[in-house]
C-alpha cells in the first residue's frame, strides 16, 4: 500500500481513516472488558478484601507485579482445546461445522496411550497394559505418528462423505461423533489406559501445551493469511458455486480441510493423555462444543467465510479468563454455569453491535 | 463442415425433473469466429453454457472441444482445456476482495514447491487487478472491500476482468454487460474487438440487439429450449426486426422446423 | 481456611448427596469456605480446577476424581505447590505412593456390584430358580468406571458356581437413565422372552426398568431388581414391594469425613491416609435404617 | 390444477410425468431399508433363529401378524425427543439452530415437577418436597402452565438476542444451553424432584407420549404448509434479506419461532417427568442433538428454506427403528454407537443420492 | 417549489466505513413524475434507492415523503407507506416458488382472526400470479418451481410482476430490464407507460438510453457519489450525448458544480 494509487480505480471518494477496524479488535475489547469486571469484582466484593485477580501487588509470590502462575494457568488451560479450535476454525472458514472433534480427541487419546505406555509400574508390570510386551516402552515418536495417523484417517472419512457424496457437515460429524464415541469405549471396554513412559509424558507436561498451542496457531495463521490453501479455504466458505466455477478443486480441498482439523485434534489428543498421565473413553466430552465457541467468539462467522486464527486465539483467552475469574471470586458452580452462558452470548453481541456501529458508520 | 471447428454440440440436451430446457441442440463454432446467442428469457442460454463448461451434467447428447468428444466433470476441467467463461450469475466468493476473486483459482504464487501450502504473491496480484480493472473502465474506490459491497455494474466488471486476463481457446460470456454503465460497455465491446483480432472465438450471449449487429459474425437463436435459427448476419442481409422475429416464434428458419 | 472442592459430577444423586455433605459441615464450622466446581466429568477439566485453585491460595483441596487412573498427575500438582489434597469417594490409584499430606476417604467400588449381585442370586435361589434363571444386565455409561466396574463385579458373581445358574440374556448400556432403561427394558419385553431379574448398575436405572415392566402388566412379585444407591426414589419403590436390592454408600458421611481430614492436613496435624467406607445391602428387611440416610 | 393452464405461463416443453420426487419419499425408502436390513439380520444371524422384527408369525402374543408391541414402543421411545424435533424443524427451516432444547427440557422438568409434587407417599410426607405445603397436590393444569411459560420466555429470550442483536442462532442457543443447564442444578442444588401427583403422572403415562407426539405433528404439519406463518418461516430461511425487503416483520417472526420451538421443548419436559415419575437435573442430555439429527434425516436443509414436518416425522421414526433393531439383534453397546453414526450417515446419503439423481433426471 | 412533491431529500448522505458512497443529494420528484436516475456503475445510484427505502439508515440528511419526514426503520414500513420497489437484488426468497414470492409479505388469506396462523388462499394466489405474470410477457414453464432454478430474466420479471400487482404512492425501479429480452423489456416498458398514465409517479434507475428518453420527463445524474445534473428531458433540448458527457465528467451543470 505503499503507492495510493493501488488501493482502487477511483469513482468515489474514498477515506482512509475511517476504515473499519479488523473484527480481531472487539474481540479484544471484549476480553480486557472481562477482565477488568472481574478485577473490579475483586476490589468490590466483600469477603475478597479488595484481592486482584492479574496482578500481584505485594509480589510475594514470584518478584512480578503480575499474578505469573494465574496468568500461565489461563492460558493452560484452554490451550487443548485452542488447539482443536484452531483446526475448527478453518473447517467453519470453509463453510463446514465439525461435530466429531470431541469424541475423536477420546478415541485418539485411548489408541495413542496404548502405544506410549511404560513396561514397570513401581517395580511391576504395568496394570493397565493394553497391548502385549511389544507394545511397551516404544519411542515417543510411536505414539505421535499413531494419533496423527487416526486423526488423518478421520478426518478423511469425514471430509470425502461431506465433499463426494455432499451430505451437510453437520450431519457426516455427527455420525462420526457417535463412531468415536463407539471406538474410545469398544477400545478397551471401558478401562482407562495409564502409565505412560517418560518421553511421553514429557510432551504435555508443565506450560508444554502453551508452547504447542502457541506454535500450531502462530503456523496455521500463516497458512491461513499467506498460502493458497488459506485463500481457497476463504473462497469456498464464501460461496461454494463461485469457488467451484472458478476451477479451485473444491472436493479435494474439503477432504485436506477436514483432515488437518482432525490432526489436530488427534494431536490434542496426544498433549491431553501426556497432560493427564491417563487416557479415558469419556475425554474430550463438549470440547467440540467449546471449539465452535471459541471460533465464534473470536468472529468467526457460521455461514463461513469469514474470520481469522487471531481471532480464535483471542476467543480461546475470553474462556480461559472466564474460567480463572469464575474461580477467583469463588462463584458458585451453579451459578457459574449461567454466568459463562451470558458472558458468552455478551461477548458476541459486543462484536456484532460494533460491527455494525462499523458499517452503518 | 471442412472447416476447422472448435467447438461442437451434437444432439445437447438437458431437461431439468419435468422441464426440458434444452433439447437437441446442434451447434457449430468455427475457430477465431465470434457468435452470439440470442432469445426470450429461460429460452435455455445459460443451460446451453452450463453444459458446455461442465457445470451441470448433460442428460444426453456429444460435445466436441478442440476436435475430441468431452466429457467435463466440473467447470476445472472446462478451464484447464482452455474455456474461459463469465457466468450469468457471476460466481465470485461474496467475503473475498477484488484481486483475491480475479485470480481466484489461479493465483499468483511464490515457493511452489509447498504444494498446496504455497505462498501467494499479493503484491503481484494487486498490480494485476488495478491493470485489468482499468481496461473495463470500471470504478472502484478500494480493491480491498469485499465484493459483497460492491454495485452490481462493479461486480460484472470483476468477472470480466478476471475473463479477460487470461489467454483461452475459447471465450464464453453470458449477457456480461447486463448490468454496465455506458462507458463501461463500451470498453468491454472493446475488450471482445480484442478478442476478435487476436483470431479467439466467443459465444456471447446478449439481449442487446445493437451490441449483437456491431460485434459478432453469427447469430444462433434459441427459442424453447431448441435452436431454431442461425443468421449468418456478416454476410445475408439481415435486420433487427428479423432476429425479433425468430426469437418471438413468428419465424422459423429451414431446417430448424421441430422448434416451432 | 478456604477450601477448593473439585466434584467429579453435579448430575450424579449420589454425588449430590456427597457434595450437600460437604456444604452442610462447612456451614457448621466457622471460618471455613468451600468452593465446590463441576469437573463436568471431564478429567482434563478437574486437573485445571485444581490448578486454579492452586492458583488462588487455597489451603487444602478435595477431589472426587473423574478417573480414579488420573489422580497421579493430580497428587503431583498439590504436592509441587505444598496445597493438602483429599480423594472422596472414589479409591485413587496411587493410594500407596501419596504424600504425607495427601489422605483418601472411599468406598472399594468393587463391593456394590458384588452385593447386589450375590443377594440377587440368593433371591432367585430362594425363589426355587436354582436349577436356571435368567436376567437381564443394565450397564451405566461405558466411559465411567464405575460402570464398568460394576458390570464387571456381575460378571465375577455370576461366573462363581454357586450364582452359574443364572444366565444373562442380554446387557446393554441405559447411561445411568431412568427414561433410557424404560426404553431399553420395554425393548426388551417386546421381544417376549422368559427372564426372572434386571440387575442394574444403579436405581435410577433399576426404577426405569420397574415401570417398563409394571406399563407391560407383568407382576413385581415374579421379577427380582436390583440397583446401586439406595436413592430416596429407590428406598420408596422398595417400600412399595417393587425394587427388590440396593446398596448404600454413606455419602453424607464421606462429605463431613472428607472435609474435616482437608481441615486437619491445612492446620498442618496428622491425619489417617487412608479411609475405607464400606458399601450397606439394603433389602426390603433392613430397610427401616436407611430411610433418611441419603 | 384442475386447469393445467395454471401451472405456468408456458415456455419450455415441461413433462409433468417426469416431476421430482418429494424429498419425504427418499426419507421413507431409507426407513423402509432399515426395517428390512434388521428383518434379514434377524433371519441370517445364527444366534437369532430366525426371528423377526416386526412381525409376529405365530400370532401368540395379540393374535396380530404385526408385533404391535415392538411396533408401539418405536414409536415411544422417538415422541419425547420427536416433539422437540418438531420444533427444531421450524427453527432449522428459518435458517437457524436451537442448541437449548436439552438443557432446556432438565431445567423445565425440575421447575414443572415442583409444582406437580403430591403431598403423600407411602403414608408419609413426601421426602423430596421443593417448596412448602401449598404447592401440593396442585391441579395438573398448573404445572402445565408454569412449564409453558418457562418455556415460551426462553424461547422469547433466544428469540429476541437473535432477532434484535443479530447474533448467530449458534452462539445464542449455545449461551442459552449453558444457562438452562446450570438453572437446572441450581433449582433444588442438585436433588432430584420426584413423587408426582396422579393427575400429572398420567399425562406420560402409557402410550400417551405417542399421542401427544401425533397431535403435535399434525398441528405443526397444518401450520407449516397452510398458514402465513409457516410461509414467512420458509421465506426468512430461504432468504433473509429478501424476506425483509419485501416487508416481513422478520424480527418479531423469529421471536415466534423460537418461542414455539422452546414451548414445544417444555412440553416435552412435562411429558418426560411425567412418564419417568421424577426430574433431574441432568435429562435431556443429547436430546439438542438428535432432535437436529432427526429433522436432518428428516431432509431438512441446515443452510435453511427447505424441509417439511413429514420429513421430520420420517426421521424420527428412523431414529426409533434404528434404536429398537439393535436391542433385537442384541448388538453390543460399543458397536451400537458405531453403527448408530453409520446408519445417519448412510440414511442421509442416500436422500443426497437420491436428490441429485432428481435433478440429474 | 409551487409544486407537490411526492418525495424529496434533502442533504442525503450515505458513508461505509471510508466510502462515501452518497453526499449531499437534494433530489425532489413530483406528483405524477417519471424521472430516470443515471450514471456509472458504482455511482452511488442503487445506494440513494436503498436510504429511500428504508434498507439501510442514512448517515445524515433528511427524505420527506408525501408532505412528512420519514425515518422508515426497515423496507416494511417503507411499503406501508406506499412506496414500491424492484431492488437490483431483486429480493427474491430462493427456495420459495412463484406465487409465494409474489406475495411475499401481503399473502392473500383467509380465516384471519387466527392472527399469524391464518390460511393461505393458494388458489387465488396462482391465479392472481399468472396474471401478474402475463402483463411482463414471461414464459415460465412451471410456477410451482423454485426460484433457485429460474433463468435470469425469468427472476426479475417475478420481481417487477410483484410491484405491478400492487398499488402504490410511488413506484421506484433499480435496473428493472437489465436481463430481459427484447419482448420481455417492450412488455416492462407498457407496464411503465401504464402506471404514467395511472398519475402514479415513479423512479427509474436505468443504463439504458433509448428506454429513458422513452419513458420518462426527467433525468437525474449521478456521479461519484453527488447529483451532477437534472436535465428536464421534454421540455429542453438535450441528446443522448449530452446526458453521456454529464455521466462521465466531461460536462457538469450550473449549480451542482461540488460535484466535478
Ligand atoms: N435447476 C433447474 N431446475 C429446474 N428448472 C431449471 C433449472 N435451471 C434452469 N431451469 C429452467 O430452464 C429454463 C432455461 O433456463 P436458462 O437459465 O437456460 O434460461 P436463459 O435462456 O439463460 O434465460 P435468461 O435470458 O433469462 O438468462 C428456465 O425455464 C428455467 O426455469
Ligand atoms: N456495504 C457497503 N460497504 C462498502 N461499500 C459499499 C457498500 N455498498 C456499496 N458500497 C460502495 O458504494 C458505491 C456505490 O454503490 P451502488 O451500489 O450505489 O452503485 P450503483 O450506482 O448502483 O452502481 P451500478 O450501476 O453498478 O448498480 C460502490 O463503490 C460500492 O462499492
Ligand atoms: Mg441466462
Ligand atoms: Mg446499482
Not at chain 1, 47 to 67: A, C, E, H, P, V
Not at chain 2, 228 to 250: F, M
Request: one cysteine or more; charged letters at 15%.
Amino acid at each position: 500500500m505503499a503507492n495510493p494509487n493501488t488501493l482502487g480505480t477511483g469513482g468515489l471518494a474514498y477515506d482512509k481513516s475511517k476504515r473499519a477496524w479488523p473484527n480481531e479488535a472487539n474481540v479484544f475489547i471484549a476480553l480486557i472488558l472481562i477482565i477488568l469486571t472481574f478485577e473490579a469484582l475483586g476490589q468490590l466484593l466483600p469477603y475478597m478484601k479488595g484481592q486482584s485477580m492479574l496482578f500481584d501487588f505485594n509480589m510475594n509470590r514470584d518478584g512480578t507485579i503480575l499474578n505469573v502462575a494465574r496468568i500461565q494457568i489461563i492460558i493452560l488451560q484452554v490451550s487443548i482445546i485452542g488447539i482443536i479450535a484452531l483446526g475448527v476454525t478453518q473447517v467453519i472458514i470453509s463453510g463446514g461445522i465439525d461435530l466429531s472433534s470431541g469424541p475423536l480427541v477420546g478415541a485418539a487419546a485411548m489408541i495413542v496411550m496404548s502405544f506410549g505406555q511404560t513396561e514397570l509400574v513401581n517395580g511391576q508390570l504395568n496394570p493397565k497394559a493394553v497391548f502385549g510386551d511389544w507394545a511397551f516402552d516404544l519411542p515417543v515418536i510411536v505414539p505421535i505418528f499413531v494419533g496423527l495417523a487416526f486423526g488423518a484417517l478421520i478426518g478423511c472419512i469425514n471430509g470425502s462423505f461431506i465433499a463426494y457424496t455432499r451430505i451437510p457437515p453437520f450431519i457426516a460429524t455427527l455420525g462420526m461423533f457417535l463412531i468415536c464415541r463407539g471406538i474410545a469405549q469398544w477400545w478397551t471396554k471401558g478401562q482407562p489406559v495409564s502409565f505412560p513412559t517418560d518421553s511421553f509424558a514429557a510432551i504435555g507436561s508443565g506450560m508444554m501445551p502453551v508452547v504447542w498451542f502457541a506454535l500450531l496457531a502462530i503456523l496455521l495463521f500463516l497458512i491461513m493469511k499467506f498460502t493458497v490453501y488459506g485463500k481457497h479455504t476463504y473462497a469456498i466458505g464464501s460461496n461454494e458455486d463461485a469457488a467451484r466455477m472458478s476451477g479451485i478443486n473444491v472436493k479435494r480441498h474439503k477432504v485436506l480441510v477436514y483432515m488437518i482439523a482432525s490432526m489436530l485434534a488427534a494431536f490434542a489428543a496426544v498433549i491431553l493423555s501426556s497432560k493427564n498421565l491417563t487416557a479415558q473413553a469419556g475425554m474430550g466430552q463438549f470440547y467440540e462444543l467449546y471449539a465452535i465457541a471459541m471460533a465464534v467468539i473470536g468472529g468467526v462467522s457460521l455461514t463461513g467465510g469469514r474470520g481469522s486464527i487471531v481471532g480464535t486465539v483471542l476467543g480461546a483467552m475470553v474462556f480461559g479468563v472466564i474460567q480463572s475469574g469464575f474461580t477467583f471470586i469463588k462463584l458458585d458452580a451453579y451459578y457459574q454455569l449461567i454466568a459463562m452462558g451470558s458472558i458468552i452470548i455478551g461477548a458476541v453481541v459486543l462484536d456484532q453491535y460494533r460491527q455494525q456501529r462499523a458499517t452503518a458508520g | 463442415m471442412g472447416d476447422q471447428f472448435i467447438l461442437e454440440t451434437r444432439d445437447l440436451t438437458k431437461h431439468y425433473g419435468g422441464v426440458h430446457a434444452l433439447e437437441g441442440a446442434n451447434f457449430q463454432l468455427r475457430a477465431g469466429e465470434h457468435v452470439a446467442i440470442m432469445g426470450d428469457n429461460g429460452a435455455g442460454k445459460s443451460t446451453f453454457v452450463r453444459q458446455i463448461t461442465g457445470v451441470e451434467q448433460r442428460t444426453r447428447g456429444d460435445i466436441i472441444f478442440d476436435g475430441k468428444p468431452v466429457h467435463f466433470s466440473g467447470p476445472l476441467d472446462a478451464r484447464e482445456e482452455g474455456i474461459e467463461t463469465v457466468f450469468q450469475t457471476l460466481a465470485l466468493a461474496d467475503d473475498l476482495d477484488v484481486p483475491d476473486n480475479l485470480f481466484l483459482g489461479r493465483e499468483i504464487t511464490k515457493w511452489n514447491f509447498l504444494g498446496p501450502f504455497r505462498l501467494l504473491d499479493y503484491r503481484a496480484m494487486r498490480e494485476a487487478t488495478i491493470e485489468g480493472l482499468e481496461r473495463t473502465a470500471v470504478k472502484i474506490p478500494n480493491i480491498r472491500n469485499a465484493i459483497r459491497n460492491m454495485s452490481g455494474g462493479q461486480r460484472q466488471c470483476v468477472a470480466i476482468a478476471r475473463t479477460a486476463t487470461f489467454h483461452s481457446k475459447l471465450t464464453i460470456m453470458d449477457e456480461p454487460t447486463a448490468a454496465l454503465g455506458v462507458q463501461e460497455t463500451a470498453q468491454v465491446e472493446n475488450i471482445v474487438r480484442t478478442l476478435k483480432e487476436a483470431g479467439e472465438p466467443l459465444i456471447l450471449v446478449s439481449h442487446n440487439m445493437r451490441q449483437v449487429f456491431d460485434l459478432v459474425d453469427r447469430v444462433v437463436v434459441f427459442r424453447r429450449g431448441r435452436i431454431c435459427a442461425n443468421l449468418d448476419i456478416k454476410n445475408e442481409r439481415i435486420s433487427g426486426e428479423d432476429v425479433v422475429a425468430y426469437i418471438t416464434g413468428a419465424k422459423t428458419q429451414e431446417g430448424y422446423e421441430d422448434a416451432a | 481456611e478456604d477450601i477448593g472442592v473439585s466434584m467429579a459430577l453435579f448430575d450424579d444423586n449420589f454425588l449430590t448427596v456427597l457434595r450437600n455433605g460437604i456444604e452442610a459441615s462447612a456451614a457448621e464450622m466457622d471460618g471455613v469456605e468451600v468452593q465446590i466446581e463441576d469437573a463436568q466429568n471431564d478429567l482434563a477439566r478437574q486437573l485445571d480446577q485444581i490448578n486454579n485453585f492452586i492458583a488462588s491460595g487455597v489451603d487444602a483441596i478435595i477431589v472426587n476424581p473423574v478417573d480414579t487412573s488420573a489422580t497421579q498427575a493430580m497428587t503431583a500438582a498439590a504436592e509441587a505447590a505444598g496445597v493438602p489434597l483429599v480423594f472422596v469417594n472414589r479409591q485413587p490409584i496411587n493410594v500407596d505412593s501419596m504424600p504425607d499430606n495427601q489422605a483418601f476417604v472411599a468406598s472399594n467400588e468393587i463391593e456394590s456390584g458384588t452385593l447386589e449381585t450375590f443377594e440377587i442370586c440368593k433371591m432367585l435361589r430362594a425363589q426355587g430358580l436354582g436349577g436356571g434363571a435368567r436376567a437381564y444386565v443394565m450397564m451405566g455409561e461405558l466411559s465411567n468406571q464405575a460402570a464398568v466396574q460394576r458390570t464387571k463385579d456381575i460378571q465375577d458373581v455370576l461366573g462363581m458356581d454357586m450364582c452359574s445358574f443364572i444366565e444373562v440374556i442380554d446387557q446393554q448400556t441405559a447411561n445411568w437413565s431412568r427414561e433410557q432403561a424404560n426404553s431399553l427394558m420395554t425393548n426388551w419385553l417386546s421381544s417376549g422372552e422368559v427372564f426372572h431379574a434386571v440387575i442394574a448398575n444403579n436405581d435410577e436405572m433399576a426404577l426405569g426398568a420397574i415401570q417398563a415392566i409394571k406399563a407391560a402388566g407383568i407382576d413385581m412379585a415374579d421379577v427380582v431388581v436390583g440397583g446401586v444407591d439406595a436413592t430416596q426414589d429407590a428406598l420408596s419403590s422398595m417400600q412399595a414391594g417393587e425394587l427388590d436390592v440396593t446398596v448404600f454408600q454413606n455419602a453424607a458421611g464421606q462429605g463431613s469425613g472428607a472435609l474435616n481430614a482437608a481441615i486437619a492436613l491445612a492446620n498442618g496435624e496428622e491425619v489417617e491416609q487412608k479411609v475405607y467406607i464400606p458399601f450397606e445391602l439394603v433389602t426390603p428387611a433392613n430397610i427401616e435404617g436407611y430411610l433418611t440416610q441419603n
